[in-house]
């Protein structure tokens, strides 16, 4: 499985963006699709996932309200649509996917594929 993050840059406090990541290869293997983010100096953070297959989102209290995770599967594309956005929320943002089909226990150790980082900052 391949996962190719993009649409990350530079915001100001209170607005949005969208990330988006595309999955390739044995994407059969997938069974959750979610979002980290790691600020400077700080741990990789479980962000928002969904399933790839069927219904089910799962956010981090830090976004909820504010992040929507969704997914198109004909594209096999899975978006982070991030409003209301905070200078807090600057990360370098990652998404991931894993085989196990349990959304609630989503972490970083946990996930079996990996995309590349694309970075997000707010400014004040």
């Known amino acids: 499985v391949q996962l190719q993050a993009s649409g990350g840059g530079l915001v100001q406090a209170g607005g949005s963006l969208t990330l988006s990541c595309s999955a390739s290869g044995s994407i059969f293997r997938i069974n959750v699709m979610g979002w980290f983010r790691q600020a400077p100096g700080k741990r990789r953070e479980f962000v928002a996932a969904?399933?790839?297959?069927?219904?089910?989102?799962y956010y981090a209290d830090s976004v909820k309200g504010r992040f929507t995770i969704s997914r198109d599967s004909a594209k096999n594309t899975v978006y982070l649509q991030m409003n209301s956005l905070k200078p807090a929320d600057t990360a370098v943002y990652y998404c991931a996917a894993r085989r196990s089909p349990n959304i609630w226990t989503m972490t970083s150790s946990s996930s079996d594929y990996w995309g590349q980082g694309t970075q997000v900052t707010v400014s004040s």
């Open positions: 969904t399933m790839w297959r069927g219904n089910g989102t």
